[in-house]
């Protein structure tokens, strides 16, 4: 790309740098960032899933089960093998449109830019920072005297020889300290330019990410998720059973928007695509496990999900997958205490364990696995 001339106000104009956009190299030689992006979430599903129903069948971590085998056994409406069909389906239609997309945007990540995008937030700091003066003014300060006090301080305190408050004046101050610029932009700009870049930014995409996916989650889950609800004991593979016109809407419609709105990288799309997965199986695992981060998260976590599982909760809790944001504004989060919540969990288990003792089951026993 040819070299471009941006006029900022310290003199001389910044010539932004040239560049050349390269593809970026692969995570996996045989396999294209894109195709694995839309490879790892499914792997992830079931990897996660075979790791908790490993855990059923072992019978390990009991004490942190939220429910009993037996009420796995008596209270879900859906079998097993409609749950794998309904999910693999999912899957499979999941993984075709995001091919036919990415056939149709091409796309792939490019890189060789980064200098060039760093001067230009360089440039938009620089511009921000001629606001400084006139606000302090708004405030009754006058920015010329703090500037040349700061100045004569800093100069005759033989304690600060790194001046650390001239950063402070050269903002305050737009033509001072000009010798210390570079191209155009003091160093400080071009520091803060990079952090704007390198973390901001890409926090800035996710957070879009997150907010449109949980709004998108919420709605079109107080109005269209009853089909998964057949799985009143939620277990980690059910976590995406739908109708595959549930599945599409709320999804695939879904994520597709929170990637195309927040302008994520296929590196990106990666990492927030595989994290959500996991993150959906968690909340449907069964297990309250202390170690577990995915349950650090903040509220949303497996309990809290689980409570929207139950007949008594269907009506609460409805949000997924990172906040509880929207739950709490339209003030849908369930009321119930938690002594409240533990005694209707408790009082399933007991009617479960009499339900299969009265048909010559093995209940009270609770040593049952699950799948």
């Excluded at 956009?21 to 996660?48: G, K």
């Excluded at 079998?79 to 993984?95: D, F, K, M």
């Excluded at 809790?317 to 969990?345: A, M, P, R």
Aim: hydrophobic share 40%; glycine share 6%; with cysteine.
């Amino acid at each position: 790309m040819a070299n471009e001339t941006l006029g900022v106000h310290s003199p001389p104009s910044y010539i932004l740098p040239s560049y050349t956009l390269r593809p970026v190299p692969r995570l996996v030689p045989w396999l294209s960032d894109f195709h694995l992006s839309l490879a790892l979430p499914v792997a992830a599903y079931w990897f996660m899933s075979l790791v908790f129903w490993y855990i059923d069948k072992k019978n390990y971590f009991f004490r942190y089960r939220i429910h009993i085998p037996e009420e796995f056994k008596q209270r879900n409406r859906v079998t097993v093998a409609e749950v794998l069909r309904s999910v693999l389906l999912q899957q499979a239609i999941q993984t075709a449109l995001g091919l036919f997309l990415g056939y149709v945007t091409q796309a792939g990540d490019q890189y060789r830019s980064e200098e060039y995008d760093i001067a230009v937030w360089a440039h938009r700091v620089h511009r921000a920072k001629d606001a400084v003066p006139w606000i302090l003014t708004l405030v009754g300060i006058d920015a010329d005297t703090l500037s040349r006090n700061l100045d004569v301080y800093t100069t005759s305190s033989a304690l600060f020889t790194e001046k650390p408050f001239t950063y402070f004046s050269s903002i305050i101050h737009p033509y001072l300290g000009v010798g210390s610029l570079t191209h155009g932009f003091a160093p400080w700009e071009i520091q803060v330019a990079k952090a704007i870049y390198w973390v901001f930014e890409p926090a800035a995409r996710f957070g879009i990410a997150v907010f449109f996916s949980d709004s998108w989650q919420y709605f079109w889950h107080r109005n269209l998720h009853a089909h998964h609800h057949k799985i009143y004991i939620p277990y980690a593979f059910g976590a995406f059973y739908n109708t595959l016109a549930e599945a599409f809407i709320i999804d695939t419609i879904g994520t597709t928007l929170s990637l195309m709105l927040s302008g994520l990288t296929i590196r990106q799309t990666m990492c927030f695509s595989t994290v959500s997965v996991m993150k959906g199986v968690d909340d449907h695992c069964g297990y309250r496990l202390p170690w577990d981060p995915l349950q650090w998260l903040g509220e949303q976590d497996t309990r809290f999900h689980d409570v929207h599982h139950q007949s008594w909760g269907i009506k609460s809790n409805y949000s997924q997958l990172y906040t509880t944001f929207w739950d709490h504004v339209c003030g849908t989060v369930c009321e119930k205490s938690e002594g409240e919540i533990e005694n209707l969990y408790e009082k399933g288990r007991v009617l479960a364990r009499e339900r299969a003792m009265a048909e010559g089951g093995e209940g009270g026993s609770g040593r049952e696995t699950n799948l």
